[in-house]
T-cell receptor, first 114, second 109 residues
Framework: DAGITQSPRHKVTETGTPVTLRCHQT?????MYWYRQDPGHGLRLIHYSYGVKDTDKGEVSDGYSVSRSKTEDFLLTLESATSSQTSVYFC?????????????FGEGSRLTVL | RKEVEQDPGPFNVPEGATVAFNCTYSNSASQSFFWYRQDCRKEPKLLMS???SGNEDGRFTAQLNRASQYISLLIRDSKLSDSATYLC??????????FGTGTRLKVLA
């Protein structure tokens, strides 16, 4: 299995509080991704990174920010959590190289915003 | 229109049956194609890549039709352990992975 861990795995928070989810990899892969998964919507890309300090927005980036100060860590921050951000968040990594690389996922972080 | 579309199912089939899923994609510039499997409350995992010439892995066969922009997955001799959600995935520009919403399969004893 790919060395990718997410923390925390479960979190309950209140509306308006900031939340940070961490993704850590030991594979030295270039690309890292944050997805959210909701019933009826499937996996939707929030942000991705193609290198240290290099990030870009996905299709559902509003209300989220990311940072990647080291190859191995990709942080997802909810500036001020809302109930609509209740979801399961998956981090994924890929070596890249023309899209032929497999996408490996972390086990997911289940976030509930009350 | 969604970039990747799948029939959500559920497909309920008896053990031993053959079942096929289709997936359509809208962007003709899509480069790579995959089927992922996701078990309930678990992370998605790669089932197989899909090549233009078609490819087989045991009981699983994947096909790609670029002209019609669809991908298929055929499962022969279904097992109870095949029960899962199957996600169709395409890539754009080499690094952007776009997922379908998934097709749920339930294999019945």
């Amino acid at each position: 299995d790919a060395g990718i861990t997410q923390s925390p795995r479960h979190k309950v928070t209140e509306t308006g509080t900031p939340v940070t989810l961490r993704c850590h990899q030991t594979e030295n892969h270039r690309y890292m991704y944050w997805y959210r998964q909701d019933p009826g919507h499937g996996l939707r890309l929030i942000h991705y990174s193609y290198g240290v300090k290099d990030t870009d927005k996905g299709e559902v980036s509003d209300g989220y920010s990311v940072s990647r100060s080291k190859t191995e860590d990709f942080l997802l921050t909810l500036e001020s959590a809302t109930s609509s951000q209740t979801s399961v968040y998956f981090c994924a990594i890929s070596p890249g190289q023309g899209g032929t690389g497999e996408l490996f996922f972390g086990e997911g972080s289940r976030l509930t915003v009350l | 229109r969604k970039e990747v579309e799948q029939d959500p199912g559920p497909f309920n089939v008896p053990e031993g049956a053959t079942v096929a899923f289709n997936c359509t994609y809208s962007n003709s510039a899509s480069q790579s194609f995959f089927w992922y499997r996701q078990d309930c409350r678990k992370e998605p995992k790669l089932l197989m890549s899909v090549y233009s010439s078609g490819n087989e892995d045991g009981r699983f066969t994947a096909q790609l039709n670029r002209a019609s922009q669809y991908i298929s997955l055929l499962i022969r001799d279904s097992k109870l352990s095949d029960s899962a959600t199957y996600l169709c995935v395409v890539t754009l520009r080499g690094y952007k992975y776009i997922f379908g919403t998934g097709t749920r399969l339930k294999v019945l004893a």
